[in-house]
């Protein structure tokens, strides 16, 4: 079960933001177990600061699909509910994705945000479709490639160590787009940019993007942009949670109104379930599996420093888990079409 006492803080996420009341004083304590030096970071250096601290650690705590993104569990009601685990969960968000872009085999997929290679690789063995996918990641990089290999899927997709803006934008066009939970990365100033390129890199006739990501609420955006927190400064440097407006106002102005909103669909509520179960298996394989790892990797690193990044980590999964159990953060996947996107008519009555 997730933590009260942080359920109590996210609940007052306003009034501690900017670090003046009782309650922000014991959260800054908190905050206090991992205090670094922030140097000035680029697209690059914020997405290699998370994701390249060790395929193993995240291995530790994710699913074997390696998916790192809020998955769909099935309703309480639904029969096969209890026999539901994490992995079946995200495969079905991944396949909720692919039918939501209605992705068929002779799609070429641009995939902004590689992970560890799950969209891909599930896009493909579903529909043989092809998938250019993009990280800034070189240690997701490596994992992907490794598990596409092993997948027999090298000839259908190709993974490329590149920001999305440094794709060509002349003759290179894309059936589909898919990004899920990387939108968090873009920054506000930069969404209209960011859909531009997906409006420039879409084919015209029949394009269909999906865009899945976590947002802030529109009633507490505003206190949030203006402050600071715990995950943004320790966990993800540089993020920045769009509310589901802003994602459909920067793709209306990014693409000239020609990303038309098709549907919209809130998965927070399962996030809380998933981050629970990502804390305890860190907790679980905190000595066994991520220990080992990050001392070869940071051979200089102190008992004392171990225990403050276990602390943070945790910190991190608490928070999260309490933030979508209450409904202060949200999950919204997004599907974006082009006018006379005919394939998001299937199985309507005509």
């Known amino acids: 079960m997730s933590n009260p006492w942080v359920q109590i803080m996210v609940y007052n996420r306003n009034d501690t933001a900017d670090m003046r009341t009782p309650l922000s004083y014991l959260t800054s304590s908190m905050v206090g177990w991992a205090r670094a030096s922030n140097k000035p970071l680029t697209s690059l250096s914020n997405v290699q600061a998370h994701y390249d601290l060790s395929n193993d650690m995240f291995a530790a705590f994710l699913s074997p699909d390696m998916t790192y993104s809020c998955p ?3 309703p309480a009601d639904d029969a096969e509910s ?4 994490l992995e079946k969960a995200q495969i079905r968000k991944l396949q909720e994705i692919i039918q939501q872009a209605r992705i068929k085999e002779t799609d070429h997929v641009l995939e902004i945000g590689t992970g560890w290679g799950s969209f891909a690789i599930e896009a493909v063995r579903s529909t043989g479709c092809r998938v250019t996918s993009l990280t800034l990641s070189i240690e997701q990089k490596e994992e992907a490639e490794a598990r596409i290999s092993a997948a027999g899927y090298e000839k259908n997709i190709t993974v490329l160590l590149k920001d999305y803006r440094e794709l060509p934008k002349q003759g290179l066009l894309f059936d589909k787009v898919v990004s899920i939970e990387m939108l968090e990365h873009v920054g506000k100033a930069h969404l209209p940019g960011y859909f531009a390129t997906v409006n420039e890199l879409l084919k015209k006739e029949g394009g269909i993007a999906v865009f899945q990501s976590s947002t802030m609420p529109e009633t507490r955006y505003t206190s949030y942009d203006k402050g600071n927190d715990f995950i943004r400064q320790y966990i993800f440097p540089g993020a920045h949670l769009p509310t589901a ?4 106002e920067a793709a209306h102005q990014g693409s000239g109104g020609s990303l038309i ?3 919209l669909i809130n998965l927070g509520g399962h996030y809380s379930r998933c981050l629970r179960g990502w804390r305890e298996n860190f907790a679980d394989n905190f000595e066994s599996h991520i220990v080992p ?3 070869e990797r940071n051979g ?3 008992k004392s420093d171990m225990e403050i990044f276990r602390k943070k980590w945790m910190f991190y999964f608490y928070f999260c888990e309490a933030g979508f159990k209450t409904k202060t953060l949200g999950v919204t996947m997004i599907t974006f079409v082009r006018e006379g996107s005919v394939d998001t008519l299937e199985g309507l009555v005509q």
């Open 300 to 302: 200089g690193i102190t």
């Open 82 to 85: 209890k026999s539901d685990n």
């Open 261 to 263: 909103p098709d549907r």
């Open 245 to 248: 407006t802003q994602m459909v």
């Open 293 to 295: 790892g990050l001392m």
């Open 72 to 74: 769909k569990w099935l």
